[in-house]
């Protein structure tokens, strides 16, 4: 059964950030990082720049998702990082999930 | 009003796991190869095409470029087939709910009939047996009947609509599985599509630099060259013009020579003239002098004899100045004539001088404009040669590039492909071993069988050898016993 949760809610999603070798990574370790929340068209993506970095929590504002249209709630991360181990001495890598969350539209 | 759906709480966790493993292997040999086209470039650029066309560096690069060609078209096959297996197997799941659908669509049909039918019936029996007095089926008695029955159907009706509703979540979880599937296969092939383009950007943006510094090199070497031609053209030219200039010079020199001879002349000839006029002017005058003398003379003789013929006196004096206007008028002209041909010389003289300047400059215009006009045509002729050569060896590099890109893009789409096959691999890989552990353990416990069955064998035979040894004992001693029986009594010795 799946919960209903209905009202302008905010989401928030604590990220678990890590990489092959299963070392954990927090938000403030990265150089840049970017979260795009999107649903069936990532072209209407909406950036998510609420998130406190050195506890890996993210916000994305319920006014935010009235721009997307319905389906699963998809989620894009980017980041990098310098690293002297790639040819180009920069790690930086896009990673798509989707969320437990579907949005629908309903007329009230 | 939007609505958001959820699972549950738990679900706010997004896990992420990033492949922070650098790439090597064949992007390695791509890099190397990359290198070793930039040092081939560079050779061309500087000269050193020997070392450029060296064979042993050819080989590697097209021995790379097979190896992409390779991977790729596998990786391509890999993924064909892939997209295949999805899409039939997508197929499949849509056929299989469609049979789902209408045979659950046949079942409520088939239960609304029976109910339909059991009502009939009931109806049919009630109508029956409503004429019957105290007999037949009451209303409670069929509430009791119906009642069960109507919740039997509900409850498959219930149990129906959540068996419909699960196989729709399921369609809907499968499509949103087989959409993700397919988009994030997109979005890695687009990422390392991207990768790849940027790349090749970069390499193209690099063998662009190349070229234009090939072309500027040609460049300086065509204008080094015709710098050369034109500074041995001008440094003939100025030969040349030194040539005339020598030519002028002594022709000043014959000039000033001419010069100086005319004013010698003028010197010797006019000065000597003028000398002679002065000279004939003094004696003029000295004659003046003396036909003053003579006048005063024949004055004070006519003074004295003025009696005697003044008409013969006048006319002497009439005759005496005809003689010196004649000779004045005399001298006179001649300094004319001789001013006039001195000047008519001197015209002559430049005149000469004048026309010989102006062919010397005529010749010399000639020989320049020849020289320029041979001097373009060679520039003209070494610019076209260069034009081509630059223009060859930039679309023999444009070609090499179009091959390192098409190599690339098969090249990189194999890397997916390798992980994919070294997976399966590893995974068939552990199948394996785990059915090695597992037939090693049956075979371990098979030995550790037999070896306790040997044991207890072992153990029989040592029982039975020691039954058999007391029974030959036995049997001896009986045997031993007998005969001394027999032997006692004198049956056998």
Same mark, same amino acid.
């Given at each position: 059964m799946k919960t209903i949760i209905k009202g302008h809610d905010d989401l928030i999603y604590i990220l678990e950030l890590c990489d092959s070798s299963g070392t954990e990574t927090m938000i403030s370790d990265f150089d840049s990082f970017k979260v795009e929340i999107f649903t069936s068209d990532i072209n209407t993506a909406v950036n998510v720049t609420q998130y406190i970095s050195e506890e890996n929590l993210l916000r994305v504002p319920a006014q935010s998702l009235t721009t997307l249209a319905d389906g699963i709630v998809r989620m894009k991360v980017s980041v990098s990082m310098a690293d002297t181990e790639f040819p180009d001495e920069s790690f930086d890598q896009s990673r798509l999930t989707d969320t437990c969350y579907y949005l629908k539209t309903y007329n009230a | 009003m939007q609505t958001r759906y959820n699972n =549950?709480? &738990? &679900? =706010?966790i997004i896990r992420i796991t990033f492949d922070r493993v650098p790439q090597t292997g064949t992007l390695s040999k791509l890099s190397a190869a990359l290198d070793l086209l930039d040092s081939s470039v560079n050779a061309i650029c500087d000269g050193r095409i020997t070392e450029a066309l060296d064979t042993s560096s050819i080989q590697t690069l097209w021995s790379v470029f097979n190896e992409y060609d390779f991977v790729t078209g596998a990786a391509l096959s890999d993924l064909d087939y892939r997209l295949t297996t999805l899409d039939a197997s997508f197929g499949e799941i849509n056929a299989q709910n469609r049979v789902k659908f209408v045979s659950l669509d046949s079942s409520l049909t088939a239960l609304q009939n029976g109910l339909d039918g059991v009502r009939n019936d009931l109806a049919k029996h009630i109508n029956d047996t409503s004429t019957i007095s105290g007999g037949g089926l009451k209303p409670e008695d069929i509430e009791q009947y119906i009642n069960p029955l109507e919740w039997d159907i509900y409850n498959t009706s219930v149990n129906l609509n959540g068996r419909i509703n699960d196989t729709v979540s399921r369609v809907i979880d499968c499509e949103h599985d087989i959409s993700t599937l397919f988009y994030t296969t997109n979005i890695t092939n687009r990422g390392m599509i991207n990768d790849v383009s940027n790349r090749l950007f970069v390499t193209n943006e690099s063998l662009n630099e190349y070229n234009a510094t090939l072309a500027n090199h040609s460049a300086q070497i065509t204008e080094l060259y015709n710098n050369s031609q034109a500074v041995a053209q001008v440094t003939e030219t100025i030969d040349n013009i030194n040539a005339s200039i020598g030519i002028i010079k002594y022709h000043d020199t014959q000039r000033d020579a001419s010069i100086t001879a005319l004013r010698e002349y003028q010197t010797n000839t006019v000065d000597s003239l003028l000398s002679s006029y002065t000279q004939r002017l003094n004696n003029a005058e000295s004659l003046a002098v003396d036909c003053n003398v003579i006048a005063n003379d024949v004055s004070n003789r006519l003074t004295s004899a003025l009696s005697n013929n003044i008409a013969t006196i006048n006319q002497i004096a009439n005759t005496l100045n005809s003689s010196v206007n004649a000779a004045l008028t005399a001298h006179t002209n001649f300094v004319n004539q001789s001013i006039s041909n001195l000047n008519s010389s001197v015209n002559s003289a430049l005149s000469t001088h004048t026309n010989f300047v102006n062919q010397s400059v005529a010749n010399l215009n000639s020989s320049v404009s020849s020289a320029l006009s041979n001097n373009i045509a060679t520039v003209n002729s070494a610019l076209s040669t260069q034009t081509n050569f630059v223009n060859q060896s930039i679309d023999a590099v444009n070609s090499s590039i179009n091959v390192l890109i098409a190599s690339f893009n098969k090249f990189e789409s194999d890397v997916s492909v390798r992980d994919l096959v070294i997976s399966r691999a590893m995974v068939d890989f552990d199948n394996r071993l785990t059915l090695y552990n597992s037939s090693l353990n049956a075979a371990m416990t098979t030995a550790y069988n037999l070896d306790t069955s040997l044991r207890g064998w072992a153990a029989n035979i040592d029982q039975r050898d020691f039954v058999t040894a007391t029974a030959l004992n036995l049997h001896d001693t009986s045997i031993n016993y007998i005969l001394g029986i027999l032997r006692t009594n004198g049956l056998i010795q």
């Open positions: - | =549950n709480h &738990d &679900d =706010n």
